[in-house]
Structures are given as C-alpha cells and as structure tokens.
C-alpha cells in the first residue's frame, strides 16, 4: 500500500488532500516522494515562518528537545518564561497564556472577556465578531466565526456570539449596544475569508468604541501575527492597541504553540486553576518560538514589505488577475480563472500555492530568497493566463 492510500484509508476523511507526498525540504524549497521540487508559497498555511528545517529554529528545538523535552505547568522552565517576556516586552502587554493552537488562544480570550465582565459586575457575556471571520474549530471558536456554512452541521453552538459587519462601523455599535457584548473580536486581515484587509477608520472606530465603553477589544493574530504583514502584529498597521491578542501558526515556526496575550486591564482575570493546559508552554515548542519570534526585526519586518511590493506589482499587471489584496506577505489574489485550476497548474510547474474563498493565497516564508520568489511570480502569472 502506498502512503496515499493508508492515509486514505486510516485518517480521518477531514481533509481534501491534493495528490502529493511530501517527504522534506530546506527553505522555501519543498520535495515529493518522487524528487520533484516545489517551491512553497503556503509555509504550512502561515506556520513555517522562517521555512523547513531554518538551521536556527532546528538548532534551538534540538537544543532544548535533548534537555528537557516537556514538563508540567506545576514547574517553571526557561523557555516559556523568556518567550512570554520577550512578547510583553515588544508588544507592551503584560502577560501570557500559552496554548497549543489558535482555536485555544482564542478560547482563552473568551474566558478572559467573560471574567472581566463579571468581575466588573457587567451584565455582559456577548463577544461581537464580524461576518466573514475565521476563529477556529473548537465549537466556541466556531460559534465565534462569522461564517454560517460553518455553523450548519453542528448545532446546537455555544451561545455567546453575535456578528456584525466588517467595515460598518454603525452596524458594529449598534450590534454591540443591541446585545450588550462584554468584547469586540477581529482579524485585521480576514485570512480565511478571502484575504480581506479591514479599512483604517473601521478598525480606529472599533478601538474606540471599546475604550470609551468598557468593552475589551481583541484582535485575532493567528494568521496576521508575527511578521506576517510587515509589522509584528498586524494591529500595529493600524495604530491601535487590543486589551487581547491571540496568536499562533508562524509564532512556533513548525511546533504547535499559540498564545493568548493580555493587556494590562485584564491581566489579573484569570486567577489560579481558571484555565490550563498540559502542553501549554511546552519547553521545546517555547524554544522554538522564542528563536522566531528574536529574529521578527525591523530589518526582516522591512524585507517582508519589500517583496509584498514586488508580488503586488507583478501580479496586478497580470491579464488573468482581476485584483490583489492582503497586506506584507499574505496576499489574496481574485483571478480570473477558477482558483481551484490556478492551483493545479502551479502544482504541476512546480509552486505550491493555497486558496481561500474564491482566491489565490500566498502565504510565504518571511525570509524566502528573492530570486525564489520572483520564480514562483513568474509560475503563478502564467497559470493565470486565459
Ligand atoms: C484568524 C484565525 N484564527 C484562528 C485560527 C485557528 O487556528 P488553529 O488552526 O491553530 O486552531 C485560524 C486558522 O486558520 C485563523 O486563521
């Protein structure tokens, strides 16, 4: 039997595979069961921040993997206190929680928003999200989610959440004031729904809102954080600072690790035994993040925006593309042919590339070479030909 069919016959049917067996890779560069090399523009879909098997990151999680690969949350480790500081530290916020996934941090954030609201007395447990959001798969997270389809075959759902419209404002107050929400919840690029990048005065209105009522403001950097868009945390576009931020995926850089980053009002909430987890700050995935997470500088920040230049240049011009959207290095592409076609034909020429909703996805390593990327431009405009 070969690998696709065991896997076809054992794993859960979860999962829409593409016909490929991926076996290893260095960098950017990614190869089949067969030696054919890919160049990969999906990092994972946004994990592998620095790439397969980044010498830094390897170096860091063997070091710490042949040390001391995993104990309790009853015990301090270096890692997992270095990581949570040198976060606070960049991001001036006050503490965190560490998870193993996105969907968790964001659990986190939910609990952390009721609590506050109870302890302050509110009546509130509402969280307002935006439709067209992507939060999770847990049920609360998938309850979060602003995407009905999601919601169908599941319910009931945990109560809690109410949508509102991205980019009307009013519709978010009044949404807000309707079902008195104790938090506001966003990602400021809707990844999932389309690479959807919200507008500047939406996001500043939202922030404000929430401050002058109480309300905590979470941001949603799962997809967004860590470099991804040019700035640390995609909030830091838009000049405004969440009580919450949750992130994942390219924080562990291949290791499962998320993390629920709270602010100062809300940064006592949670008290002894009100959350946890066994995994949660994980030594080896914690050294893994933190050797990420030191190398997220200015200097890489400003490569990121660099090459999304060139990638927006080159792929607006195309013919076979109607539009390109998206910030740093996670662009949303709306071509003109079925995306699910694009997709193959760059498969078949060698770049793997993602989709979400009717869109191409790129999602690249933050440090691709320049020349890589310019390849797989050249791969991506003519599978968009028509
Ligand atoms: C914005 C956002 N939030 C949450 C999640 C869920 O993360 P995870 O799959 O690590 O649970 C995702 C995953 O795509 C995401 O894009």
Not at 7 to 22: A, G, I, P, S
Request: glycine content about 10%; aromatic content about 8%.
């Amino acid at each position: 039997m070969t690998v696709k069919s065991i896997d076809k016959q054992y794993v859960l049917n979860t999962y829409n595979r593409f016909d490929l067996h991926l076996v290893e890779g260095k960098g950017s560069v990614v190869k089949d069961e067969n030696g054919k090399e890919y160049i990969d523009l999906t990092t994972g879909i946004g994990v592998t921040a620095f790439g397969i098997a980044d010498e830094k990151w390897v170096e860091a999680v063997t070091a710490q993997l042949t040390t001391l690969q995993h104990t309790s949350n009853l015990y301090y480790t270096t890692p997992c206190a270095m990581l949570a500081k040198a976060i606070c530290e960049k991001t001036e916020m006050s503490k965190v929680f560490f998870s193993n996934s996105g969907a968790e941090a964001n659990e986190c954030a939910i609990k952390v928003a009721r609590k506050y609201a109870s302890d302050k007395g509110y009546d509130r447990y509402n969280i307002l999200t935006l439709n067209n959001s992507f939060h999770g798969r847990t049920l609360a997270t998938l309850s979060a989610t602003g995407q009905q389809h999601y919601h169908e075959l599941f319910n009931p759902l945990p109560a809690g959440f109410v949508h509102a419209d991205a980019n009307d404002i009013d519709c978010v107050i009044s949404t807000a004031k309707e079902n008195n929400v104790c938090a506001i919840m966003i990602e400021c690029v809707q990844g999932e729904g389309g690479v959807i990048r919200l507008d500047t005065d939406f996001v500043k209105a939202i922030y404000s809102y929430a401050v002058e009522n109480d309300i905590l403001f979470i941001v949603d950097e799962v997809q967004t954080g860590n470099g991804r868009t040019g700035e640390l945390y995609a909030y830091m576009n838009y000049s405004v600072k969440p009580d919450i931020f949750t992130t994942a995926k390219g924080l562990g850089g291949g290791l499962p690790i998320g993390a629920c980053v709270v602010g100062e009002k809300a940064q006592n909430v949670l008290g002894f035994g009100d959350h946890g987890s066994t995994y949660g700050g994980n030594p080896v995935a914690c050294a893994g993040a933190l050797s990420v997470f030191e190398r997220l500088t200015d200097e890489l920040l400003a490569e990121v925006k660099y090459k999304s230049q060139y990638v927006f240049d080159a792929l607006s011009k195309c013919d076979g593309v109607e539009s390109v959207s998206g910030m740093g290095l996670m662009i949303g592409i709306k071509t003109k042919k079925p995306v699910g076609d694009v997709i193959k034909e760059c498969m078949r020429n060698g770049v793997l590339t993602l989709s979400a909703k009717d869109k191409l996805r790129l999602l690249p390593a933050l440090n691709i070479d320049f020349e890589i990327l310019k390849k797989a431009v050249d791969v991506i405009k003519s599978a968009c030909e028509i």
